[in-house]
């Protein structure tokens, strides 16, 4: 278990602000915040990269504070890598052991077992400069988790590379979490990484922990202005695919049962969250006659205008937010208390 | 005139200026290495007197690199990593030997080893600078570790700490890091900055001559060779040596292009 206890951190241009925190053994830990909250020099002060102006840091009850990072068996892996340029993909997973002086032989096999886990095994003779970015996070990684870290750090692990590349990874990282349970702390400011990967999540804001708690907590129940309006992010509901005649539909547990959601296509009998955006939910008075699949009815419980939107709080047994212009909302013609209709194409529920 | 968008007179006018001074220059190292038959070179080259200046040239220009290195490269890794109070005043400061002209460095070195309880002492335990080729060495060394420290300095700066952060995490003690990761990554900075600083210190001459005057098959090196055989009017000898000083600064060149030196100069 890893406790932070009011860590204070001035590096003039970041800061951390008496942060206190508790990953317990075998989570996976996400914390997000946007540029410049203070995630990195958090977790380069949990490496032991420098020491804290004040506050303590211990794991597994031991006092780490002032402890050298390589005695803590803490690894790190960063956004860009930091794959050593002059050493081969080998070398560079390697690196750790032959610190810690075993035999070759043996840091050999270990090296071959990681690079195969990750399918990087073929690459072990090459330069990290002749690998793809993917490659290069991959050996990244393997060379952080090959020493078996007490906690495995990831900053932004996924932020660099591309679309495909990000998901496959990231499914990697949920494979790698289950099969080897060490306890990860992962930085980013991707809300899908959140909701796949994270146990618990905690949201950072001028080196100050604003909000922890599970991904469904947070971004349910933020508990202040700042991650309310952070996460953005709305309509969240989490539940299980089933596909039927070819489309997907998610089942989604509301106040008063199960409602069926429409979506672009996900693979059978999965938990998943799904979420539409505001702005793809359109709302009428009437039940429009469309092709889109989602069609609900509701009742209007909240009205936010805030300048050029208007935020409608419906609630259709599961709580939607649907975003129109200020023209919409006056020309709709409805007010709190009203029925209105909610349709959005399946096209626009986004799944993970 | 009507202007013509074909015809950019900013354009031919500045090209013309960087082709004529470059073939000013290579008209002068032409002149200065055709003046005399090659068989006379190769006669200069055999005498006593310019295989010693060599010899001496090689010798105490090496160790006065070596030297530059070994103070340089920790001076250039504190100035590119820690924060530390009256950094930016150190870091002029040890540039400043770049902008003094080299009698002025001279004069002050001759003053420091001659006249100074630290001379007196180091004079009293064997250790002589003035009118010696170690005042060589050290007036190379004074002259030519800005060179060193400034390539270094913005080699160390262009890699990131990251690399050492990682490499703690993986076990290494801080001077591990940098012995295993930050040092090699910075080779190329290393050799270009090793090669401009050997290659200065060969060509040392207002420093030295200051310090260790310039005495014939003692402190002679190409260069005070250069100047003592021009003074006595021996064309021949002044002219070989001459050319080796070319040659040596034209490889010089290329290698420190070759690593990449001027982009970090």
């Known amino acids: 278990m890893l406790t932070i206890e009011h860590i204070s951190k001035d590096l003039g241009e970041f800061i951390l602000d008496d942060v206190s925190l508790t990953v317990k053994d075998g989570e996976y830990f996400v914390i997000i915040g946007p540029t410049g909250a203070g995630k990195t020099i958090l977790l380069e002060t949990i490496a032991g990269i420098y020491p804290p102006d004040s506050g303590t840091v211990s794991l597994n009850e031991r006092d780490v504070t002032f402890m050298p990072p390589r005695e803590r068996n803490i690894t790190m892996v960063y956004q860009d890598y930091m794959l050593f340029p002059h050493l081969t993909v080998a070398e560079n997973i390697g690196f750790g052991l032959k610190n810690r002086k075993l035999p070759a032989d043996e840091i050999a096999g270990k090296v071959a077992e990681i690079s195969d886990i990750f399918g990087i095994g073929h690459l072990l003779h090459r330069y990290p400069s002749t690998l793809s970015g993917g490659e290069q996070q991959r050996a990244a990684i393997s060379r952080a988790i090959v020493l078996e870290p007490s906690v495995l750090l990831l900053d932004e692990p996924l932020s660099a590379l591309d679309g495909q590349t990000r998901e496959r990874l990231r499914i990697e990282l949920r494979r790698l979490h289950a099969a080897y349970k060490t306890t990860i702390i992962h930085i980013t400011h991707n809300f899908e990484e959140v909701f796949s990967l994270a146990s618990r999540v905690a949201v950072m804001h001028q080196g100050k922990i604003m909000q922890v708690g599970t991904p469904d907590e947070v971004f349910r129940h933020p508990n202040s202005e700042f991650i309310a309006e952070f996460v953005g992010v709305q309509n969240i509901f989490q539940g299980t695919c089933k596909i039927t005649d070819g489309l997907s539909e998610v089942t989604v547990k509301g106040a008063d049962g199960p409602h069926l959601i429409c979506s672009s296509l996900c693979t059978e009998n999965t938990n998943v969250t799904t979420t539409i955006r505001p702005e793809d939910i359109m709302v009428s008075c009437t039940k429009l006659a469309s092709t889109a699949r989602n069609s609900f009815a509701g009742t209007i419980t909240d009205v936010a205008d805030n300048g050029s939107m208007v935020r409608?709080?419906?609630?259709?047994?599961?709580?939607?937010?649907?975003?129109?212009?200020?023209?919409?909302?006056?020309?709709?013609?409805?007010?709190?208390?009203g029925t209105v209709y909610l349709t959005v194409m399946a096209q626009s529920v986004h799944i993970f | 005139m009507r202007s013509d968008l074909r015809r950019n007179w900013v354009k031919i006018l500045s090209i013309s200026v960087g082709l004529v001074l470059a073939g000013f220059i290579i008209t002068l190292l032409l002149l200065v290495a055709t003046h005399p038959s090659p068989s006379a070179v190769i006669e200069s080259l055999m005498t006593k007197e310019i295989q010693f200046a060599i010899y001496l040239s090689l010798a105490t220009s090496v160790i006065s690199t070596l030297l530059c290195i070994l103070i340089a490269v920790p001076a250039a890794y504190s100035l590119a990593r820690y924060d530390f109070w009256g950094k930016s005043f150190v870091?002029?400061?040890?540039?400043?030997?770049?902008?003094?002209?080299?009698?002025?460095?001279?004069?002050?070195?001759?003053?420091?080893?001659g006249t100074t309880p630290i001379g007196d002492f180091l004079e009293s335990i064997g250790i002589v600078f003035v009118f010696t080729p170690l005042g060589i060495?050290?007036?190379?060394?004074?002259?030519?570790?800005?060179?060193?420290l400034?390539?270094?300095?913005?080699?160390?700066?262009?890699?990131?700490?990251?690399?050492?952060?990682?490499?703690?995490?993986?076990?290494?003690?801080?001077?591990q890091a940098?012995?295993?990761?930050?040092?090699?990554?910075?080779?190329?900075?290393?050799?270009?900055?090793?090669?401009?600083?050997?290659?200065k210190g060969i060509g040392e001459f207002g420093a030295?001559?200051?310090?260790?005057?310039?005495?014939?098959?003692?402190?002679?090196?190409l260069p005070i060779s250069l100047f003592l055989n021009m003074s006595c009017g021996e064309l021949e000898m002044a002219i070989s040596a001459a050319i080796i000083l070319m040659v040596i600064s034209l490889v010089s060149l290329y290698v420190f292009e070759y690593f990449g030196g001027s982009a970090k100069f």
């Open chain 1, 312 to 337: 409608i709080s419906v609630d259709t047994g599961l709580p939607f937010i649907a975003a129109v212009t200020r023209q919409g909302w006056c020309s709709l013609g409805a007010e709190i208390g």
């Open chain 2, 208 to 221: 030295a001559l200051m310090i260790a005057g310039a005495t014939r098959m003692k402190t002679e090196t």
């Open chain 2, 137 to 148: 060495i050290i007036a190379q060394f004074f002259v030519n570790m800005p060179f060193m």
């Open chain 2, 150 to 175: 400034r390539i270094m300095r913005s080699t160390f700066t262009d890699i990131s700490p990251r690399y050492e952060y990682v490499a703690c995490t993986l076990g290494c003690t801080n001077l």
């Open chain 2, 91 to 113: 870091s002029t400061i040890l540039d400043l030997p770049l902008a003094l002209p080299p009698l002025v460095a001279g004069v002050g070195l001759l003053l420091f080893f």
């Open chain 2, 178 to 199: 940098i012995w295993r990761v930050t040092l090699p990554m910075a080779i190329n900075g290393f050799l270009a900055g090793a090669v401009i600083t050997w290659a």
